[in-house]
């Protein structure tokens, strides 16, 4: 069963530029969450979808990011402007969506912003 | 609201030496606990959980008795590998009056194992 992917794997870029991320989920798996961990923490929940509608975004600064999961397969996070404090990693995870079923992470986009 | 607590890293051990890595929590109700481990390199994942009081999660040696009395979920390893070498994350997850679940971790204990 392939797993959770992400890319790019790694970005760099200036502040006040855009950037995207890619999550495909596990096959069949309605959830998809993305995450940010800035180093020295542990992962935060930015959004939560539910094939493609949002359960909780209440942790994303929407004033600059923006995630959408249009099919209710595959999101994208977007960050525009990014600021210096966005650099993190991004990390995307998918579950079933059975109260308590287990939540399968992808190896994460690292962004860096100079 | 909901929260995690776990022990400062890094944590530096020699191979076959024991490991614990503390781990409390603050939460309404009795949430579900887990462990979760992220290798240099790689996505996070489950390593061991427990739904309840009592219930001991196990898995690659290690083990995490849910502790309702002290609020405690501490990892444990009789023998620790080089290849145990990770960041280490403890969870809980909380459920919303909506109900939907969102897991809250902890901030990660790196460890390091010497051969």
């Known amino acids: 069963e392939a797993g959770v992917a992400q890319s790019p794997r790694y970005k760099i870029i200036e502040k006040r530029q855009s950037v995207a991320f890619w999550c495909n989920p596990i096959s069949g798996h309605a959830t998809l969450y993305w995450y940010q961990q800035i180093l020295g923490q542990g992962p935060k929940l930015l959004i939560q979808f539910q094939n493609n509608g949002v359960v909780d975004d209440s942790q994303l600064p929407k004033d600059r990011f923006s995630a959408e999961r249009l099919k209710g397969v595959d999101s994208t996070l977007k960050i525009q402007p990014a600021k210096l404090e966005d650099s993190a990693v991004y990390l995307c995870?998918?579950?079933?969506?059975?109260?308590?079923?287990?939540?399968?992470f992808g190896p994460g986009t690292r962004l860096t912003v100079t | 609201g909901d929260s995690v607590t776990q022990m400062e890293g890094p944590v530096t051990l020699s191979e076959e030496a024991f490991l614990t890595i503390n781990c409390t929590y603050t939460?309404?109700?009795?949430?579900?606990l887990f462990w979760y481990v992220q290798y240099p390199g790689e996505g996070l994942q489950l390593l061991l959980k427990a739904t309840k009081a009592d219930d001991k999660g196990s898995n690659k040696g290690f083990e995490a008795t849910y502790r309702k009395e002290t609020t405690s979920f501490h990892l444990e390893k009789g023998s620790v590998q080089v290849s145990d070498s990770a960041v280490y994350f403890c969870?809980?997850?909380?459920?919303?009056?909506?109900?939907?679940?969102?897991?809250?971790f902890g901030k990660g204990t790196k460890l390091t194992v010497n051969p």
């Open positions: 995870a998918s579950s079933l969506g059975i109260p308590g079923y287990e939540q399968y």
């Open positions: 939460a309404t109700g009795y949430p579900s």
């Open positions: 969870a809980l997850i909380h459920v919303d009056q909506g109900g939907s679940e969102k897991l809250v």
